[in-house]
């Protein structure tokens, strides 16, 4: 028997190394093993704010599908395109995913946050449901006028994974940080606030892409430059899944400083290796990571994240370094705890096909609803 039909569409290569897309990716995966028809249709243009040629691409994929087929759109694609699902909702069964609502991203004028939130409204409304990555999520789309019951949350999964060996014992800790290099994911905060713990032992990786917001990211570099860190702290741009597992395995502790997630994948995966986390209540966060697993700080504050990342490193000799290793030590335990709970990739995937069935049941042209 043939499985249920998806056409999932994603705003440019689906292949690209963001959360949200691994998101997308992983679950179009999980879906073909569970059996399901998943036909994947990549924009051209730019997104979120659209260009003439996103529009065109949205418009035209849409258009070209099947009366009743059930179709997911990727919110940074839809969120700024609302003519595209009202358009076409009389004769398809459209879903968004939401990875977190455009309106929420750093560095918009009060103009454009408002836009953004009217648009997303107008096209939200316009699907049969909304799918979103964690409960924090869901709550949020009441804001855009979406049902409860037409929202449903489908955590990721975490890869199982082997405790993080540390640099080495004659080495000082280091701090990870995993995030593209874009306002919202807040690098210019933590150099900030390395640059008050000069005092400490320590080194840091920034790994990332830095071509999504190039002008930011070069900022951010300068700083480190500027604040003569240059020694310490290293960027390595967009990593493969390989170079990343090695990036958790050599590290000592993860740094997140972001102003929002909408849930934090790179969190869970470094809990899955026993790192203890430091990060801010931003959005999803304290929904994410266990309180026993981090420490949590307001975002955009330097100095009440280096006041966080001061006692787990090793300041001053003897007893204050051993106190910062016994610390990260019993963080890094709850951490492993913590993620013994999570589900694992294939429960996620088998959660998603629930909740999309749940939102866009099988259609009155077959078994299969397409």
């Known amino acids: 028997m043939i499985g ?9 290569a689906l292949n690209q190394r963001t959360g949200g897309y691994v998101y997308d990716a992983r679950m179009v995966e999980g879906l073909r093993r569970l059996g399901w028809q998943v036909v994947v249709h990549e924009l051209d243009g730019t997104f979120s704010k659209a260009d003439a040629r996103a529009r065109a691409s949205l418009g035209l994929t849409l258009g070209d599908l099947p009366d009743d087929a059930r179709v997911l759109v990727d919110g940074l694609a839809l969120g700024g395109l609302p003519e595209a699902a009202r ?32 648009l997303e409204r107008e096209a939200l409304t316009a699907c049969l449901g909304v799918l979103v990555t964690s409960d924090f999520t869901a709550r949020r789309m009441a804001a855009f006028g979406v049902p409860a019951a037409h929202v449903r949350a489908v955590v990721p999964g ?8 540390g640099p080495g014992s004659d080495m000082p800790p280091r701090l990870l940080c995993i995030a593209s290099v874009i306002p919202r994911k807040g690098q210019d905060v933590l150099v900030r606030a390395l640059a008050q713990l000069r005092e400490a032992a320590w080194s840091c ?9 190039p002008a930011y990211a070069s900022a951010v570099q300068d700083a480190v430059r500027t604040s003569g860190l240059d020694d310490r702290v290293s960027f390595s741009g967009e990593c493969d899944p390989d170079t990343l597992d ?14 929002y997630e909408g849930y934090g994948m790179a969190l869970t995966d470094a809990l899955a290796r026993g790192l203890p986390i430091v990060s801010t209540t931003g959005g999803a966060i304290p929904h994410t990571v266990p309180a026993e697993a981090s420490v949590l700080v307001p975002p955009g504050n330097d100095t009440a994240l280096a006041e966080a ?52 049941p099988n259609g009155p042209n077959g078994p299969n609803g397409v």
């Open 87 to 118: 358009d076409h909702r009389g004769r398809l069964r459209i879903l968004a995913l939401v990875h977190h609502p455009l309106a929420d991203e750093t560095g918009l004028s009060l103009e454009q946050r408002e836009r953004f939130t009217e």
């Open 246 to 259: 090695d990036l958790y395995d050599r590290s000592s502790l993860f740094v997140l400083p972001s102003h």
């Open 4 to 12: 249920p039909e998806l056409h999932v569409i994603v705003p440019g």
């Open 309 to 360: 990342l001061g006692p787990l490193l090793s300041v001053g000799s003897g007893r204050s370094i051993n106190k910062g290793r016994a610390r990260r030590a019993t963080l890094g335990a709850a951490a492993r705890r913590h993620a013994a709970s999570l589900p694992d990739w294939d429960q996620a995937a088998q959660a998603f096909a629930d909740a999309t069935l749940e939102l866009a």
């Open 205 to 213: 990786v920034c790994a990332g892409s830095l071509t999504r917001a």
């Open 158 to 165: 975490t890869d199982p994974a082997r405790p993080a060996q």
